[in-house]
């Protein structure tokens, strides 16, 4: 891999632009009348329209916590194919990268694949549903995000994985012209994730298209993203062109970074801090001046759903 720039994943999560910061310069601009539109001058293209508006899931709504603002959600962004400035993730990816038409491509081990445009991926599945997670990023900052989408598990069981499939990878588009910070060397671009065939079909793992009920803005990963609440946010891969069904684990992109900070599993949890910082509690965004922080849960508060999965695993080595 080259290694070209300041490799960003170095920084101490305390670096990371902060919510604060991101928060104040939006005012700033705003202020001096250069609001986000004025600003970006850009009409947002969405990919996946079909199916909007979703109905509530209310399996999954999380009575006790309060949705992000979705400013906050859909402007301070982790997404390093356009750069690593949280805060300019939204200007940059509706400067002319395309969404839309958006195909995926479903194939690997499996008896019945398929390409197709996401929309048509959406009627093939039956629609979208809305869906209240919680968001824990492995920077320590958290959200609760409404999301729309439909669970992986319907794809999965659409293109039938024979029985040598054992892992799904994801990966997302390569588009340097469009996208600037693919243009530098320090990823192995495309962005990769993967999982187990058991994660991808638990019942939490969603795709989704959509965040409150709109079509998900490019700069959360339009058209469509993973979502795998009780893991960190990284793996939550973005724009996903091709999900392949394959025997091995796929290496992921910060795993493929830096193997000795970034895992394969990176499940939630806050017995096994970064080697650089805790992971015991979080700062949630969106609470206020001084964000306030709170303890945060193994599998980010999903272990009822999940800790089944990783029985005899031990979780200090398989971080
Ligand atoms: N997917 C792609 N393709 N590229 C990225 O840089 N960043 C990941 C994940 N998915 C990323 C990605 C990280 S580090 C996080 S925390 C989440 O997306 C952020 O999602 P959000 O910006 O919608 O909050």
Not at 108 to 117: C, E, I, R, S
Not at 218 to 232: C, D, E, H, S
Request: contains cysteine; positive net charge; hydrophobic residues 35%.
């Amino acid at each position: 891999m080259r290694i070209l720039k300041k490799k960003s994943w170095e920084l101490p999560e305390s670096a990371v632009t902060s919510e604060q910061d991101f928060i104040n310069r939006r005012r700033f601009l705003k202020a001096v009348g250069l609001g986000s539109g004025a600003l970006l001058g850009q009409s947002i293209a969405h990919a996946a329209t079909s199916g909007f508006p979703s109905p509530l899931n209310s399996a999954y709504k999380l009575e006790d916590l309060e949705p992000t603002p979705y400013d906050l959600i859909k402007g301070y962004n982790n997404f390093y194919e356009f750069t690593t400035d949280k805060g300019d993730v939204q200007k940059l990816a509706n400067q002319g990268w395309q969404s839309e038409p958006w195909e995926i491509e479903i194939g690997g081990l499996v008896d019945k694949p398929m390409k197709l445009d996401v929309n048509d991926c959406i009627s093939k599945v039956g629609g979208i549903e809305q869906r209240v997670y919680r968001m824990r990023c492995v920077e320590a900052w958290s959200m609760v995000i409404p999301w729309d989408g439909f669970q992986l598990s319907k794809l999965i069981d659409l293109v039938q994985p024979n029985a040598k499939a054992k892992y799904v990878k994801f990966t997302s588009f390569y588009d340097p012209k469009s996208a600037p910070g693919q243009k530098s060397g320090s990823i192995d671009w495309p962005y990769v994730e993967g999982l187990t065939i058991a994660e991808a079909r638990n019942e939490l793992t969603l795709l989704a298209t959509g965040i409150y009920g709109k079509p998900i803005p490019n700069q959360n990963g339009a058209p469509i993203r993973l979502v795998v609440p009780w893991k960190y946010g990284f793996k939550g891969i973005k724009s996903i062109s091709k999900i392949e069904f394959v025997s091995k684990p796929p290496l992921n992109t910060w795993k493929a970074l830096q193997s000795r900070e970034y895992g394969f599993y990176a499940n939630v949890n806050p017995e096994v801090d970064h080697p650089r910082w805790s992971q015991a509690s979080e700062r949630v965004i969106g609470s206020g001046f001084f964000s306030s922080r709170k303890d945060t849960l193994m599998f980010n508060g999903y272990a009822e759903q999940v800790a089944s999965l990783y029985e005899g695993l031990d979780l200090r080595r398989n971080f």
